[in-house]
């Protein structure tokens, strides 16, 4: 049983499209949804999430169609994270506990005190006064601790420090590495996404570039550097993004078709999707 099944879903807005989007995550495994601001990765979680309704498509979320009445309940098992928590700014963290195990039959207090502890979060300081950082490290403790088996982050990462983000990128690989658990997180930070993704969907503007494993993208392309005069000369079907300056050249290029006479190294994750999306508005 795979975490998330899509298929063919799209959404309308009046100057916005997403989709016809196929996207696909199994179990036990990490997918990053990357993409611009405004690309439509936070429509997809809604969508996910069924807080918005979807045009067309379906959407499984562990086996359960999530038009299906029974997702209702479902939704237990599912820890979601948004870049803007909702959290009163009077509250504190014990206090949010409190509210929180009303709210989910799975709560579990033990589990959630002993994450405020690991990110040395304080209990009784109110929501207003904590740091971004720790306002994120808040909701991911809340998420833990009802007995999710899918996490849906949405720019968990973002505006954090490089050691808070590598803290919490930790925390997302050690939670995916249970084969009943899986993780959506959704970043613009392409780099993080690089060092604990399994799998990569890239949306533009909309539109669903790809939904592949990390290693085969990594594998497939190449980071082709030349002349100009030799990048003219190379079939245009290998090439899939260039840049071209007065001394010198490089594409982003399927790798086993590459000229062997050619410089041509390996890319990083974010080599290709900016690439990949210079050869979408070309």
């Given at each position: ?6 298929r063919?879903?799209t ?5 916005f499209?997403l989709g016809p989007?196929?996207?696909t995550?199994?179990m ?9 601001n405004?690309a439509g990765?936070s429509?997809?979680?809604?969508l996910?999430m069924n ?13 359960l169609?999530n038009l299906?009445p ?10 979601v994270?948004?870049d ?7 509250i ?5 506990g409190k ?6 039959r ?6 959630y ?11 009784n300081?109110?929501?207003k006064e904590?740091?971004?950082g720790m306002?994120?490290k ?5 998420a ?5 088996k ?13 050691m ?5 990128l930790e925390v997302?690989?050690?939670?995916a590495?249970?084969d009943?658990?899986a ?5 613009h930070?392409v780099s ?7 799998y990569?969907?890239f949306?533009h503007?909309?539109k669903?570039?790809l939904?592949e494993?990390k290693?085969?993208l ?5 980071l ?6 030799e ?7 290998i090439i899939?993004?260039k ?5 010198g050249?490089?594409a982003?290029?399927?790798r086993?078709?590459?000229?062997r006479n ?6 990083t ?10 050869e979408?508005?070309r």
């Open positions: 049983m795979n975490a998330i099944d899509i063919g879903l959404k309308q807005y009046k100057d499209t989007m196929d996207l995550l199994p036990g495994c990490v997918l990053g949804l990357v993409g611009e405004g990765k429509t997809t979680i809604r996910i807080a918005v309704s979807r045009d067309g498509g379906e959407v499984t979320v562990m086996g169609d299906a029974e997702f209702r309940e479902m939704k237990e098992d599912i820890g994270v948004l803007e928590t909702c959290v009163p700014e009077f504190t963290a014990r206090q949010l509210i929180l195990s009303g709210a989910y799975n709560w579990d207090e033990a589990a005190n002993s994450w405020l502890n690991r990110f040395q979060l304080p209990p300081k109110k929501y904590y740091s971004r306002t994120m808040l909701g991911i403790a809340a833990l601790s009802h007995g999710a899918l996490l849906l982050l949405d720019e968990a990462t973002s505006g954090l420090d490089p808070v983000r590598e803290e919490l997302f690989a050690d939670f590495a249970q009943d658990h993780v959506l997180i959704s970043s930070i993080d996404l690089e060092k604990i993704c399994d990569i969907a949306i503007k909309g669903l570039m939904c494993e290693d085969m990594l594998e497939r392309y190449g082709l550097k030349c002349s100009p005069q990048l003219a000369a190379i079939d245009p079907a899939h993004g840049r071209i300056g007065e001394y050249a490089e982003l290029v399927d086993e078709r590459a000229p050619l410089l041509v190294e390996k890319p994750l974010e080599d290709i999707i900016l690439y990949l999306a210079k979408e508005v």
